[in-house]
């Protein structure tokens, strides 16, 4: 209501309450005759009037603001968008609209932040909300079952900011092939048909998915002809000799030329199938002479343009080999990313293949239109040859060879680490079985040894000879547990602990070690999954990774550092995001171990975990620290990879170890694993004697062994191999327990003790091996059996026959 339009009403009400005043004054006169009580009820009347009429005034701007009531289906249109997901929610988080995008995307019952995602995704967006209520915006990066990346950006508006504004958008590679069908229907068909190139996407089948309104104008007569589904082949027609043209034109038109181009996501070339892969076909007329004139590069620029958004690497070259245009695609692939082209395509090869390059070009350039391919090595990266693709043109003005080159870094990454675990697992085969053999030479070394020492007392003249014997003998058995760790053959006892337990144990060890000039750093995140891992053999990956560290920085200098020790919390999306062909998908709990010495120089970081490898000085290093380490890790179930940068100007060098150990979840009703500080119980004591087979093909191992258990006042049964332990059985022998080695001759330990179980069932077989328990285990398969681990001491092995023999009296199980 304008101002005018009030005045009459207002005047109106003024005269009412005028009258209404006189009335009541003139009532309270009559009533009370009281001048004095007039005047008050007078005054107190004119009060609350003019109070009134302030109120009134006050609030009338705020009447006049009034705002008309949403219209959401008028916001939905604003919002609609094919590229991202749009949606508006209130305080209670309801879903006030959405675009149909978002519907699509996730559904019409979806409402963020509960969204159809992973559960760590799900955690980030309730993340966001509170930062956009409290902050007024917020972002976050989601993902779904199926691995589909998105980022939401939500934002906090409304009158009185009781709405949240929430925009998703994809995260992840390029659609080329969706990129060119929206290309061919909008400016760029449009372009190329005003320069005279026809464009179709065409399926392996020959049926075209998209074409531009050039092409549909010169195979139809009509640019509006909707072409999918069309048979591309049945538009040409073949006229004299190789002569081709439009099929509609009936051989009236002019000859034209056809350049294929296949298309297909350059960051997952190896995996494109040529029988699933569209090809772009660029459809010219020969006499059109395009790029003929107007100097520069001598081929189309309106071409050039093309190729250079395509994500496939191309270049064109004249008949002189000169190079008239590279798209950035192509100078990714050859390792000059950001750079001009060079001159000559010979300038990105190395010596030895300039000539065989030239040559090439020439002869495509020259002969008939044709194609091929040639290995050369960019100087980028020499070791690994590429694959060039060649194919002479025609009707392009100077350009007269189309080149192809693909980025391949990432496929020789990987085939470089297929060898590199290749190796690895080879040289791990070769060192556990040079260990298990080592072990039988061992354990008759120190059987000897302890029996020999039971004949000679402290003070005799060959009691310390002997001693130092055995301290040799035992500092070789723990090179040989060394080496069977790094060929994940050795005997762990796993149990679920916490990363930052173990640290935290060793960080006092781990200061003394390192000494007073190096900084210690530990670092944990929070809410970090248990491990299930030998928490021995989690200290000892530790202590060497920061033994190692500290030399490093002990060679430099003063000596000074800082040694980081850090765990980290990996989830799912983390493993995904990291793009390794290595670690499979799943939660981990990263152990970060790194140093601020002089790094490990590229072409060494490859080799430090092969067993004897060591950069040290002659006599300070066995080359098995790191290699143990591999292998405890891999034994575990986890992954290590480290990461080095030498020192350069203005920066310093340093080594990053990064262990990946995969989080344990127990199954429901699961019995919980003994925790790292519960004592074992102890050996149970037995001195009732018994009758004991020994089945050992090693010589030196049997004469120890059945010398030990005969001065324990065992009846001892000797047999060279499993055959002849069988044979023994068979024939009517009694005994008590088998002591039997798993590796013999014809017939091996195993094999041994199930043939036997046929005629003593509830015999109990103690094996003895050099291999993993865990391993054997899973091979044997026999029930009521034992394990002792070489090298072992005369005493050990008194210990575990009469443990064995103990529990078998007491109805144990074979563990």
């Known amino acids: 209501m304008s101002a005018q339009a009030r005045q009459p009403v207002l005047r109106t009400d003024v005269a009412v309450v ?144 009781d709405f949240l504004v929430w925009r998703i958008s994809t995260v992840g590679a390029s659609d080329p092939v969706g990129e060119l069908v929206a290309h061919l229907d909008g400016k760029l068909g449009r372009g190329l048909a005003k320069a005279g190139i026809a464009a179709a996407l065409v399926d392996p089948d020959g049926t075209i998915r998209a074409a531009s309104a050039g092409f549909a104008l010169r195979a139809t007569g009509d640019a509006a002809t909707d072409m999918t589904g069309v048979d591309f082949v049945a538009l040409l027609a073949q006229e004299e000799g190789e002569r081709i043209g439009w099929a509609r034109e009936g051989g009236r038109g002019g000859a034209l030329v056809l350049y294929h181009v296949p298309v297909a996501d350059p960051d997952r070339a190896d995996e494109a199938d040529p029988n699933t892969t569209p090809s772009l076909m660029l459809v010219v007329e020969a006499s059109q002479g395009i790029g003929t004139g107007g100097g520069g590069t001598g081929a189309a620029p309106h071409l050039e343009a093309l190729l250079s958004q395509l994500p496939l690497g191309l270049a064109m070259a004249d008949r002189d080999g000169r190079l008239l245009f590279a798209n950035p695609a192509f100078m990714r692939a050859a390792g000059q990313e950001g750079q001009e082209p060079p001159t000559y395509p010979t300038d990105l090869v190395v010596k030895e293949d300039k ?76 060192a556990g079985g040079v260990a298990h053999d080592f072990n039988n030479v061992l354990t008759a070394i ?55 337990d173990v640290v935290a144990d060793v960080s006092q060890m781990l200061r003394r070690l390192i000494g007073e000039k190096i900084q210690l750093v530990v670092t944990h995140d929070r809410d970090l999954g248990p491990v299930r891992a030998d928490p021995t053999q989690l200290e000892q990956v530790i202590v060497n990774l920061c ?28 493993v995904r995001a990291m793009r390794s062909e290595i670690i499979p998908a799943g939660e981990y709990t990263a152990l970060i171990v790194e140093d601020t010495g002089g790094g490990i120089p590229p072409e060494i970081l490859g080799k430090i975990f092969e067993p004897f490898f060591t950069t040290k000085e002659q006599g ?141 069932p509830d015999l109990p077989v103690l094996f003895m091996s050099g291999y993993a328990e865990e391993q054997l285990r899973k091979q044997i398969g026999i029930a009521n059996a034992w394990f002792m681990p070489k090298p072992f001491s005369v005493q050990q092995l008194s210990e575990k026959v009469g443990e064995v023999l103990a529990q078998t009296a007491q109805g144990g199980i074979g563990r």
């Open 620 to 760: 300070k290093g066995t080359g098995l620290g790191l290699s143990t380490v591999y292998g405890i890790v891999k034994q575990s179930g986890g992954f290590i990879f480290a990461e080095s940068e030498t020192p350069q100007a203005g920066r310093t060098g340093g080594t990053r170890f990064t262990v990946y150990l995969p989080v344990h979840h127990a199954a429901p009703g699961s019995v919980p694993d003994r925790a790292a500080n519960t004592p074992a119980p102890p050996p149970t004591q037995w001195a009732g004697g018994g009758s004991i087979l020994l089945v050992e093909d090693e010589d030196p191992v049997r004469i120890v062994a059945e010398r030990a258990l005969t001065r324990q006042g065992y009846q001892v049964t000797c047999a060279r191999d499993g055959e002849e332990g069988l044979e023994l059985v068979e024939e009517g022998g009694q005994f008590d327990l088998v002591v039997s080695d798993v590796v013999m001759p014809t017939l091996d330990g195993p094999a041994m003790a199930r043939e036997i179980r046929r005629f003593a």
């Open 547 to 574: 033994v190692n560290a500290r030399d490093a920085m002990q060679s430099r200098g003063d000596g000074a550092g800082r040694l980081t020790l850090a765990t980290r919390r990996v989830t799912t999306t983390d």
């Open 18 to 161: 005028v009258g209404a005043l006189v009335f009541s004054a003139l009532l309270v006169w009559a009533v009370s005759g009281d001048a004095v009580l007039m005047g008050v009820f007078i005054a107190a009347i004119l009060a609350f009037g003019a109070g009134a009429w302030a109120l009134s005034r006050r609030r009338a701007p705020s009447a006049e603001a009034e705002f008309a009531q949403p219209d959401w289906s008028v916001t939905v249109a604003g919002i609609e968008r094919p590229d991202m997901a749009i949606a508006v929610t209130d305080r209670a988080g309801r879903l006030t609209c959405a675009n149909s995008t978002f519907e699509t995307w996730f559904g019409p019952a979806a409402a963020p932040p509960s969204l159809p995602v992973v559960s760590a995704s799900l955690e980030r967006l309730a993340d966001a909300t509170r930062r956009a209520w409290r902050d007024g915006h917020g972002t976050a990066e989601i993902v779904n079952e199926d691995g589909v990346h998105w980022r939401a950006d939500v934002r906090r508006t409304g009158r009185g900011d």
């Open 446 to 500: 120190l059987g000897t040894c302890d029996l020999m020492l039971m004949r000679h007392t402290p003070g005799d003249s060959d009691y310390d000879d002997i001693q130092q014997i055995r301290a040799n003998s035992n500092r070789a058995a723990s090179l040989t547990r060394q080496l069977l760790a790094f060929s994940r053959q050795q005997t762990l006892r796993p149990e679920v602990i916490q990363v930052p």
């Open 355 to 430: 000539r065989p390059l030239s040559e090439a070009i020439r002869r495509f350039a020259q002969g008939p239109a044709a194609a091929g391919d040639l290995a050369i090595r960019l100087t980028s990266q020499p070791d690994d040859p590429v694959s060039l693709s060649l194919a002479g043109v025609r009707g392009l003005g100077e350009a007269a060879v189309l080149l192809g080159l693909t980025d391949t870094s990432e496929e020789m990454r990987l085939k470089r680490q297929v060898a590199q675990a290749t190796k690895m697992q080879a040289v791990g085969q070769l």
